[in-house]
Every structure is written in structure tokens, then in C-alpha cells.
């Protein structure tokens, strides 16, 4: 399988998050990367699609905003990563936020996805990782593979979060329908729920959204993933959201892969993405689920059943020893 990869996306290194009420070292590490390129084999160098397809997307004040906001924050003297610390959540509307602290709260939800220096550079060279590898698809390839880091699918049209800044999965879907294909399907696998992909197409017929994902009763994000949420306008019934229990395992996993799958075929896409996350892995350190690296091929054998052009985008997964072979697996299953 073609896989593509930037090694601008290195340049994202924050060095602390706040997690469970504590600063711990940035979870979202280069060396996850590292972790998989071992284990992938040879890689094709992203192309540079400019800045278009981003704006297919994100809000134009919002990508000003993720372009200055580590020099606005060393502008006002502040040492270290840009991070926010009040967000408006009910009063959230535009305003012409001077401060860079009331900038950081109204583009972000949450606390554990600083800005830093190469935080720009990184998200722009993994949007275009994901471009460059759905080239690849939409001229013929079967499926191909996108090595994006930091990953997307937590970013909003106008918000980052959970290490997302640009959503790398949704500019490839935009730039699918540009290109001409009519519908597109987003299967996304990470053990969180893809809040951010679901916000963009919520209310969009054109592209499906299908998630299976930690019970966020439970597990971040929290206040999306839930059952309930279908889809509204046009979109209703273009959102499917599978939650999960902690603790499972390959065994409680397939039967809802089935029903997302189930979904997919009903829709008919032209196009389908896959958001994939290793976090669902039993070694992974911030996550619940007991999947096994051999279940990972199992997983991806269903997938790609479908038969259709597939592309998968990276996302999460933190257990870095393992990260190279549980991505190893999903694509060996794939092809
Ligand atoms: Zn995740």
C-alpha cells in the first residue's frame, strides 16, 4: 500500500498537557511517528496543495488565528506553549478578542493541546499528507495510507482539541467532493469520538459519519459520541454514533464494526476514509479497550470488504512501543 508522510509534521513538540488535573508530558509525541515509519516501510513525501483545501474547511479567522498564536504568545511575554485557560462555552460568539488568552479560549475546548512553535508547520504538512495520499486513491490506488501527526478528527471548523488542529480526514473529504465525488463515508475507529469530523458534516447529506468509540459518559470528549446524535437538516441520518463499553475487546468490537459497516453499504459512497486510531489497543496508557495487535488485521480485513477506494487517515494512539506493529497490522489487513 502507497503511504505518505512529512517530516514537517516532527516540528509539533509541547512539551506538557494538563491531564486528569495535572501537567504531564505531552502524550501526542514525534517519537509515535517514529513508531510507525519502523514499521511501515518506505513512505512517499507529501505534496503541497496550498492552503485552499484548508480553507474548504476551517474558518479563515480560525486558521489566522492557529498561523500567529505561538508568536502572539510570545509577543505578550509568556515563555513556553500557547494554552488557554477561560473558554466562553455559553456565550460563544465573534468578538475582537484582543488578548491572546481570550483567543486561545474562544478557538479550543479544552487544555491539553498547546500551540507551540512548529504547531503550524506540523498541522499544514499533515493536512497535506492526507491530500497528497488521497491523490493517490482518487487516481486509481485502491487505498492508500496518510502518516498524519498531530492528528484531526477532535478539530472543528473554528476549534482545536484533544492534540487536533487541523482535520485532516474532513479536508481530504472536502477535497474528494471537490474533485468530483459525490459521496463520501468516514469510518472513524480511534477509541475517542471524532467530535470534530461530526461537527463539520452534521448537517451535511454528502458525507456520513460513523464512529465507534469509548462510551464518552465515560471517556473524552464527553459532550459528543452519544447514540442520540443522528445527524440534523439534511444531514439526519448521516451520523452514527456506536459507543462502547470500557474494556472491550475484539469479540464486543466487531458486531458494531458490522452495524458501521452496514451503514456504509447502505450509503453508497464513492469515497471512504478511515480515521484510524491505535489507542483502542489493550498497552495503550490513556485508553480502555482490550484489542490486541493481531485484531487490528481482522478489523481491517472487514473494512476493506467493502471494496471500496479507501483511504486511511492516522489519528490517535499512545502506547509507542506497539504503535508501529498495531499500525502495521491494520494496513497488512487492508491490503
Ligand atoms: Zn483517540
Known amino acids: 500500500m502507497r503511504c505518505f508522510w512529512d517530516d514537517r509534521q516532527l516540528a509539533h513538540a509541547p512539551s506538557v498537557e494538563l491531564h486528569n488535573g495535572a501537567f504531564v508530558p505531552f ?6 511517528a517514529g513508531s510507525i515509519l519502523a514499521a511501515i516501510g518506505p513512505t512517499e513525501a507529501a505534496a503541497d496543495h496550498g492552503e485552499a483545501p484548508l480553507r474548504a474547511v476551517h474558518s479563515e479567522d480560525y486558521l489566522a488565528f492557529l498561523w500567529s498564536a505561538h508568536k502572539d504568545w510570545r ?5 513556553g506553549d500557547a494554552s488557554g485557560y477561560a473558554w466562553p462555552v455559553v456565550r460563544r460568539r465573534p468578538l475582537a478578542l484582543d488578548r491572546i488568552d481570550a483567543r486561545l479560549g474562544a478557538y479550543s475546548f479544552d487544555a491539553s493541546s498547546p500551540i507551540a512553535a512548529g504547531t503550524w508547520e506540523a498541522a499544514y504538512w499533515g493536512a497535506q499528507t492526507a491530500l497528497s495520499a488521497l491523490g493517490a486513491v482518487l487516481a486509481g490506488e485502491r487505498a492508500a495510507f496518510a502518516l498524519c501527526r498531530p492528528p484531526g478528527h477532535h478539530c472543528g471548523r473554528d476549534y482545536l482539541g484533544g492534540y487536533c488542529y487541523l482535520n485532516n480526514a474532513a479536508i481530504a473529504a472536502e477535497a474528494a467532493i471537490a474533485a468530483g465525488r459525490q459521496r463520501v463515508a468516514i469510518l472513524d475507529v480511534d477509541y475517542h469520538h471524532g467530535n470534530g469530523t461530526q461537527d463539520i458534516f452534521y448537517d451535511r447529506g454528502d458525507v456520513l459519519f460513523a464512529s465507534i468509540h469509548a462510551d464518552p459518559l465515560l471517556d473524552y470528549p464527553f459532550f459528543w459520541g452519544h447514540e442520540d446524535e443522528i445527524g440534523e437538516g439534511e444531514g439526519e441520518g448521516a451520523t452514527l454514533n456506536l459507543p462502547l463499553p470500557r474494556g472491550s475487546d475484539l469479540a464486543a468490537y466487531l458486531p458494531a464494526l458490522d452495524v458501521a459497516l452496514e451503514r456504509v453499504t447502505a ?12 489507542d483502542t489497543f489493550a498497552g495503550d496508557p490513556i485508553s480502555h479497550f482490550r484489542i490486541e495487535t493481531g485484531d487490528y488485521a481482522a478489523i481491517a480485513r472487514r473494512i476493506a470488504s467493502l471494496g471500496k477506494p ?8 499512545y502506547a509507542v512501543d506497539a504503535l508501529g506493529a498495531n499500525v502495521a497490522s491494520f494496513l497488512e489487513g487492508l491490503s
Open 310 to 317: 479507501t483511504l486511511v487517515v492516522m489519528e490517535g494512539g
Open 27 to 32: 502524550a501526542e509525541t514525534a517519537s509515535r
Open 75 to 79: 509577543a505578550a511575554g509568556r515563555a
Open 267 to 278: 450509503f453508497a459512497p464513492d469515497l471512504l476514509i478511515v480515521s484510524y486510531g491505535a
